[in-house]
C-alpha cells in the first residue's frame, strides 16, 4: 500500500510539472488560416507571436524595435531601406534564415494570389540581397509606416522552403523561425505549438507547448481560467472585472486599443449594396449614424470600458483629425434625413460576430435604430465565415472590430483604398487614394496630420464605416503567470512569461 501511495504522489508530482510547462491560452474566436500572407485576424495574430518572428516589434511606446532585423538604415532620399539580419537563425524545418529569405517573403506578401499583406506593401518596387545578412528594400516614393508595416504579419518570416513545397495550403502547416513550431490544429478546438529548440531568444522561453483554445463565450473562457484549465484569457468581458479583481488568485491588465469597433457598410462591394437604402444613400448612413449614442453604446456593451470614438484612431491620438468631432446622437434630424431619402423606415441587416462583444453591440445598435425609424436585423455569424462573406459583399452591414496598428496607415489604407483586401464596403474613389498616398509619403508628423485631416472631411461625407467606440484590452489570468508586457496592440507574448 505505501509503494501504491508513493507512486500515486510520484505520478501526480509529474503532472504537475508537465502542467506547468504548458501554457494554455483563451481565444475569444478560432483564427483565420495560420499564412502571414494571407491571414487577417486578430487572434491570429496572437497565435503567431509565438510562432512567426518578425523583422521588428514594438515596444509600449510603440517605437519599432528589432528582432530579426538588428538595425537599420536609411538612404538619404527616403526611398530606400537597409536592414542588418540577425545570424545564426533557423526556420522551424532547419532551413537558414537570410537576405534571401527575406526577398523571397516579401515578394511573397505583394504577389500571392488573396495576399492580404498587398497593400501594406505597395511602395515596395523591389528587394535586394546585398549579403546573406544584409537586405536592401527599395521604394517608389517615402513610405513612413514601413518600420511598423515589419513589425506585423507583412514582416513575418516563413521558410521559403516549405512556402514553395505548400503554396496553396501551406497555412494548414505553417512553418516559422519563432520560439513555437506549429504540431496540431482542431478547427473550433485547439491550435497547439510546442516549443523550438533552436530558438535564437531561448533564454527567454520558458514553456514547452503553448495550447491556444477558442472560447466564444466570455463567461466560459473565465469559469476556464478559474478553474484552471486555461493559464491566461485575451478579451475579458467588462461586466467580469469586478469579480476578477476581487478573486486573490486572478490578476488583469488593461490598456487602451490601437483600433476601434465599428460598423462597415456594403456601399459598393456588391450587387447586394443597392438592395437597401442604407447601401444606396449617404443620407440614410448619415440618419443611421445620428440615430446611435456612443456614450452608451460604449456603456452598455463594454460596461465602460471603452472611449467613444469617430474616426479609425482615438480622440486622443495625437493624428485624431479634430475638425471632425464626435456627433452628437440626433433622433430629431436623423428622422428629417429619412425623409429627405424618401425612406421613412429602412431596414437591413446587421451581420455580427458570435462573440460576446460583438452580440452587445448588435443589439444595443438595433435598439437605439429603431427610435430613428430603422428595422434592424441581426445576423450572428462564426467569425472567420462572417470575413468571408465580407469579402464577398454578403452583407448590408458588418459589426466589425479592428485591432489597430502603430502607424494610422494600418487602420486606413486596406480599409478604403480602392480595391484593397479589407475594403468591404467597396468604396473607390481616386481621391481617397490620392491622400492615402499623400499620408504615407509624408514623412513629418505636422504634414500627415494635416493630410489626415482632409480625409476625414471626405470620407464622412459618404460614412462607408461607422466608428463607435475604442476598447480597452482587458486580459485575465493565473497570478502564478509572471513575466507580463502590457503593449497597446492587444497581443500575448510568450517571451518572459513564466509560471
Not at 337 to 352: C, Q, Y
Request: glycine share 6%.
Amino acid at each position: 500500500m505505501k509503494k501504491k501511495l508513493l507512486l500515486a504522489l510520484a505520478m501526480m508530482a509529474s503532472a504537475c510539472v508537465v502542467q506547468s510547462q504548458t501554457l494554455r491560452i483563451g481565444l475569444a474566436e478560432d483564427p483565420d488560416i495560420l499564412d502571414p500572407t494571407l491571414a487577417r485576424s486578430f487572434v491570429g495574430r496572437i497565435v503567431f507571436s509565438s510562432l512567426c518572428d518578425k523583422l521588428f516589434d514594438i515596444d509600449e511606446k510603440l517605437n519599432p524595435v528589432p528582432q530579426l532585423a538588428t538595425s537599420y538604415q536609411w538612404s538619404a532620399d527616403n526611398k530606400s531601406l537597409t536592414l542588418k539580419l540577425r545570424s545564426g537563425v533557423t526556420f522551424h524545418d532547419g532551413e537558414k534564415f537570410d537576405a534571401a529569405a527575406v526577398k523571397f517573403n516579401i515578394e511573397r506578401h505583394k504577389t500571392m494570389a488573396g495576399s492580404n499583406r498587398r497593400g501594406e506593401l505597395s511602395p515596395v518596387t523591389a528587394v535586394e540581397v546585398v549579403d546573406p545578412l544584409t537586405v536592401k528594400i527599395n521604394l517608389s516614393a517615402p513610405f513612413s509606416p514601413l518600420l511598423t508595416v515589419l513589425a506585423d504579419r507583412a514582416g513575418m518570416m516563413v521558410s521559403p522552403k516549405a512556402a514553395a513545397a505548400n503554396p496553396t495550403s501551406f497555412g494548414t502547416k505553417p512553418v516559422c523561425s519563432g520560439p513555437f513550431r506549429f504540431t496540431e490544429r482542431v478547427a473550433q478546438d485547439r491550435i497547439v505549438l510546442e516549443r523550438f529548440q533552436n530558438y535564437w531568444n531561448k533564454s527567454e522561453i520558458h514553456f514547452d507547448k503553448v495550447i491556444y483554445l477558442p472560447i466564444v463565450d466570455s463567461t466560459v473562457r473565465l469559469a476556464n481560467l478559474r478553474a484552471g484549465q486555461l493559464d491566461f484569457i485575451e478579451r475579458v468581458a467588462p461586466s467580469d472585472v469586478a469579480s476578477i479583481k476581487a478573486d486573490a488568485k486572478l490578476g488583469m491588465s488593461r490598456i487602451t486599443e490601437l483600433g476601434y469597433q465599428g460598423i462597415t457598410i456594403n456601399t459598393h462591394k456588391s450587387d447586394q449594396s443597392q438592395a437597401n437604402p442604407l447601401g444606396r444613400d449617404a443620407r440614410v448612413r448619415e440618419a443611421f449614424e445620428l440615430s446611435l449614442d456612443r456614450a452608451g453604446i460604449a456603456k452598455v456593451a463594454m460596461d465602460g470600458e471603452a472611449t467613444p470614438g469617430n474616426q479609425w484612431v482615438s480622440p486622443s491620438n495625437s493624428f485624431y483629425a479634430k475638425n471632425v468631432p464626435v456627433p452628437a446622437r440626433d433622433i430629431p434630424r436623423a428622422k428629417a434625413l429619412l425623409k429627405e431619402a424618401g425612406v421613412t423606415n429602412p431596414s437591413f441587416t446587421l451581420m455580427t460576430p458570435t462573440t460576446s462583444d460583438g452580440q452587445r453591440v448588435a443589439q444595443v445598435v438595433q435598439a437605439m435604430a429603431k427610435e430613428a425609424g430603422f428595422d434592424v436585423k441581426i445576423q450572428s455569424t462564426e467569425f472567420a465565415t462572417s470575413l468571408n462573406m465580407a469579402d464577398k459583399g454578403q452583407f448590408d452591414a458588418y459589426v466589425l472590430a479592428w485591432s489597430g496598428r502603430a502607424d494610422p496607415d494600418g487602420n486606413l489604407f486596406s480599409f478604403y483604398g480602392c480595391k484593397q483586401p479589407l475594403n468591404y464596403s467597396g468604396e473607390c474613389r481616386p481621391t481617397w487614394d490620392d491622400l492615402l498616398n499623400r499620408s504615407r509619403n509624408t514623412l513629418d508628423i505636422a504634414g500627415r496630420i494635416k493630410v489626415f485631416a482632409t480625409l476625414a472631411a471626405e470620407v464622412v461625407k459618404e460614412r462607408p464605416i461607422i466608428y463607435l467606440y475604442h476598447r480597452n484590452w482587458l486580459w485575465a489570468y493565473n497570478k502564478k503567470l509572471t513575466g507580463m508586457s502590457t503593449i497597446p496592440d492587444g497581443l500575448v507574448r510568450v517571451q518572459g512569461l513564466k509560471m
